[in-house]
């Protein structure tokens, strides 16, 4: 993939600047709010806020070694926020919630320590270089958080209250199991087999199924659970919120997921047979039994 420009970078930044004001107005349509401000509005607010303010201080040290850690803590203080000033959660609302809280403090510790590990991401070697283009990539990020938690926000604030059902259990079932997967997964890929793709790749070694993406997957599982949880309760403009399995798709398939993961791993291993043989054996994305070898 290509650096952005300056131009594009900026683009870039009003427009992520611009769909992150329309769901938060989507997601506020008729939920709790503080005084005259909607909840869901003011953890949209606190989704960019946060990555801007730790943006500026990487900028001046060009660091991204607290990127991964802002975009998990960014989903912890917004889902805090958003049950302190909501009005009184159910079951569901609290479910949601505390989903959200395991999930996010339990990535943002393995990435961390991760990046604490190995000293850089590779992904910011062009992008730290311009201010403009680091920004860019902070507030993608807080778009992501606001868009992949908007679901679990206009549950927690929208109000509405009803029991959880099949569907909320069902929900809650497929989030433990994508939860298990992806902790293993995340365990398993630094393994001891002759193919380890990185950022959040897997190993021939490690716990089977999908192949530079794996981890995703299962990061991805996780996130259609709280949404299907949420179902139920959305209305009005809030049903916007559901748009998130959509963007989380485009950036696994076309833009940060399988693109960059892909090339790095042919980059490292393109010339091992085992790698090949590997590529030909195991699914990009779609979590199967691997196909086993001739």
């Not at 029991?163 to 433990?176: E, Y």
């Not at 993406?213 to 009005?236: D, E, F, K, N, Y």
């Amino acid at each position: 993939m290509s650096t952005p420009s300056n131009p594009q970078s900026a683009a870039t930044v009003a427009l992520a600047t611009l769909a992150g004001a329309a769901m938060a107005w989507a997601g506020s349509d008729g939920g709790d709010r503080v005084g005259e401000i909607p909840v869901f509005a003011l953890c949209g607010a606190l989704a960019f806020a946060i990555n801007w303010l730790v943006f500026i201080p990487s900028a001046l040290a060009r660091t991204e070694r607290y990127y991964d850690l802002a975009g998990g803590l960014t989903y912890v203080s917004l889902i805090v926020v958003a049950v302190a000033l909501s009005g009184r959660l159910d079951l569901r609302a609290s479910l949601v919630a505390a989903m959200v809280l395991i999930w996010s403090l339990r990535l943002a510790t393995f990435l961390f320590l991760r990046i604490a590990r190995a000293g850089h991401d590779s992904r910011f070697d062009q992008l730290k270089r311009s201010p403009l283009r680091f920004l860019m990539a902070w507030t993608l990020q807080g778009l992501w958080v606001l868009l992949t938690a908007a679901a679990a926000l206009a549950v927690i604030t929208g109000g509405v209250r009803e029991p959880l059902g099949a569907i909320g259990l069902a929900g809650l079932v497929v989030w433990a199991l994508g939860l298990v997967l992806e902790v293993v997964a995340d365990h398993r890929s630094p393994g001891s087999g002759p193919i380890r793709p990185t950022r959040g790749g897997s190993s021939t070694s490690g716990c089977g199924p999908g192949r530079a993406t794996r981890t995703t997957s299962a990061r991805s599982s996780c996130g259609r659970a709280w949404r299907s949880v949420a179902v139920p309760v959305l209305q009005g403009w809030r049903w916007a919120t559901l748009i998130s399995p959509a963007f989380v798709a485009v950036l696994l398939i076309k833009v940060s997921g399988i693109p960059l993961l892909e090339a790095k791993a042919d980059e490292r291993w393109g010339r091992q047979a085992a790698y090949e043989d590997y590529k030909r054996r195991t699914p990009v994305l779609i979590m199967k039994p691997p196909v086993r070898g001739r």
